[in-house]
């Protein structure tokens, strides 16, 4: 019988004066207003995080992930300040390139230059349990060729440096500067992915396997995969659809492995990362490569096949009608990107595209 495993959830949001909507480097004043448990402070201090405990039922993620953001609505208000749920903000200011206190945050600050001054990014990273390290890294490679769909689903990041990008998820580009961000692998065992990270630690381009960061990633300290692709979502149903899709794609293919089935889906390292590139030009409102062929077809109609495959899984696990739900609802609606550039084309107003990622980021 088909595993329900425990899936949490990471989510970062930006912190933003709610009269010029610009970035505000009071995160540490909203966390002085909160519990230490599930709240955290970022890199920059117009930033926070979120971490939800694990759940098995969908439905008690998504009343954990509105439990901590209206808790973070709560602290900010009397602040003057709110949050938003997305990869960047519309509008920046210089007063949001504020680094956080802290020896890791100067360790940051001054071997990475740029990179950090330029992290006013925020993504959402979804957790699923998986005992087994070995099965676990091999199954994680398996599932990297359909993570594009999920970085087109979670596209919330149109604007960089408070000009349009291009791309739906600037944010992933911008990410993807890191050294040891991008694809997983290829690694044989889970001893092989930790010899690499020990290697990487050992080099001195980072500091400790905390920097490791790998679309997919393996804990060094609990049995869980972690996806690192995705743009903060502002809606908590794109969340949800999130962690529903990622559980279903590393149970199949986590059962997969142990049948000693071989993979299907692209995992060559360049067509990965072009798959990754397209997604983060168009998100939902362009063609995504093919997880199986590697040919552009329109994202709607590749994510309804993606759903399609993965219904006997989901199923198994009780999650078709509640994924099916949100899947349409997100293909319905588009990406955020696209919304908010539509707001803002309303008046020519990028506080409008804020108002926006306000408002749904607050949603119950």
Not at 206 to 220: P, Q, T
Not at 266 to 274: D, P, S, T, V
Not at 288 to 305: C, F, K, N, Q
């Amino acid at each position: 019988m088909t595993k329900r495993r425990p899936v949490g959830v990471e989510e970062e949001f930006l912190v933003v004066d709610l009269e010029t909507r610009r970035l505000t480097p009071l995160a540490e004043s909203m966390l002085e207003r909160l519990p230490d448990e599930g709240f955290a402070a970022e890199l920059q201090r117009s930033v926070v995080e979120t971490n939800s405990t694990p759940m098995e039922d969908l439905g008690d993620v998504r009343a954990e992930i509105v439990r901590l953001r209206q808790a973070l609505v709560s602290a900010g208000e009397p602040l003057g300040v709110g949050v938003i749920a997305s990869g960047t903000t519309p509008i920046t200011g210089i007063e949001g390139y504020t680094f956080t206190p802290g020896e890791r945050y100067e360790y940051l600050s001054e071997s990475y230059r740029f990179l950090a001054q330029e992290q006013l990014i925020c993504g959402a990273q979804v957790h699923v349990e998986i005992d087994d390290r070995d099965v676990a890294v091999l199954a994680a490679q398996r599932v990297e060729a359909w993570l594009p769909p999920l970085l087109a689903l979670s596209a919330s990041s149109p604007y960089w440096m408070d000009e349009d990008s291009g791309y739906a998820s600037s944010r992933a580009l911008t990410w993807q500067r890191w050294p040891t961000a991008g694809p997983l692998g290829p690694f044989a065992d889970a001893a092989e992915y930790d010899r690499t990270a020990e290697d990487l630690v050992a080099s001195g381009v980072i500091e400790d396997r905390g920097m490791v960061y790998f679309d997919l990633r393996l804990s060094a300290h609990v049995p869980t995969v972690e996806m690192r692709i995705c743009d903060s979502c502002p809606l908590a149903d794109d969340v949800v659809l999130l962690a529903g899709l990622f559980r279903a794609l590393m149970t199949r293919e986590t059962e997969a492995v142990e049948r000693g089935e071989p993979p299907v889906g692209e995992q060559r390292l360049a067509l990965l990362r072009a798959a990754n590139w397209r997604a983060a030009r168009d998100g939902l409102e362009g063609d995504l490569l093919s997880p199986v062929t590697s040919r552009p077809e329109p994202a709607p109609r590749l994510i309804t096949g993606m759903l399609e495959e993965l219904r006997p899984t989901l199923e198994e696990l009780g999650d078709w009608e509640i994924v099916s739900e949100l899947a349409d609802a997100a293909l319905r609606r588009g990406s955020s990107a696209s919304r908010q550039r539509g707001a803002y084309a309303v008046n020519g107003k990028p506080e409008d595209a804020v108002d926006l990622l306000l408002a749904e980021t607050r949603q119950r």
